[in-house]
C-alpha cells in the first residue's frame, strides 16, 4: 500500500478490456485531519475508468466529487461546500514490472486544488468587524468603519 494508506491504487496488469473503478475513500483516509479550514464531510466518491492505450500508457477518467465543511476566511463561520472535477483525466506511463497506479493520490489531489485559494461561505460575506468581532452578515455593529463615520466628515477641515 501507499504511505497515504486507504487510498485507492488500481493494481496492475490491467485486465483485457480495462476496468471500472468506482468506490468510496474514508474521510480518514484523505489527510484533512490537521487542516484548519477543511473538513472532510463524507466519503471522497469516485466512477472512473481504467483504459491502456496502444502507446502502452494506461488512462483513467471519470468523475470524483468531496463534500466539506469549510470555514470562512473572511467570517469564520462553517458552510458546507462541494468540490468536484467532472472530467478526471490521466495518463499513466506503464513500465514493465510496474504493479499498480496510485490514481487515488491523484484524484484527491485534484479535487483539494480545485478549491478556491480563499475560501468564503458566500460571494458577498461581509465578515467580521474588525474592531469589536461583530459578524456583519448577522446585524450591523456601531461601530465607526476605518474610513471614518459618515456621520463626521462634515466635520474634517475645521480647525478647533
Ligand atoms: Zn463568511
Ligand atoms: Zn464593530
Do not use: H
Not at 473503478?21 to 489527510?31: D, I, K, M, N, R
Not at 463534500?67 to 468536484?84: D, G, K, P, V, Y
Amino acid at each position: 500500500m501507499t504511505a497515504e494508506g486507504g487510498l485507492p491504487v488500481l493494481r496492475l496488469p490491467l485486465p483485457e478490456g480495462g476496468a471500472d473503478l468506482e468506490g468510496e475513500v474514508a474521510p480518514g483516509a484523505l489527510g484533512l485531519d490537521e487542516d484548519p479550514w477543511i473538513r472532510p464531510d463524507g466519503p471522497l466518491v469516485y466512477r472512473l475508468r481504467a483504459e491502456a492505450t496502444g502507446g502502452g500508457q494506461i488512462l483513467i477518467r471519470g468523475a470524483a466529487r468531496l463534500r466539506l465543511n469549510a470555514r470562512c476566511s473572511r467570517c469564520a463561520e462553517n458552510f458546507s461546500t462541494i468540490t468536484e472535477d467532472p472530467a478526471f483525466f490521466r495518463a499513466y506511463a506503464c513500465p514493465d514490472g510496474l504493479e499498480s497506479i496510485p490514481f487515488g493520490e491523484d484524484v484527491r489531489e485534484e479535487l483539494l486544488v480545485r478549491l478556491p485559494q480563499v475560501l468564503v461561505c458566500q460571494p458577498g460575506c461581509r465578515g467580521l468587524c474588525p474592531q469589536c468581532g461583530q459578524n456583519l452578515n448577522q446585524a450591523p455593529c456601531g461601530c465607526t468603519g476605518p474610513e471614518g463615520d459618515s456621520r463626521w466628515s462634515g466635520l474634517e477641515g475645521i480647525s478647533w
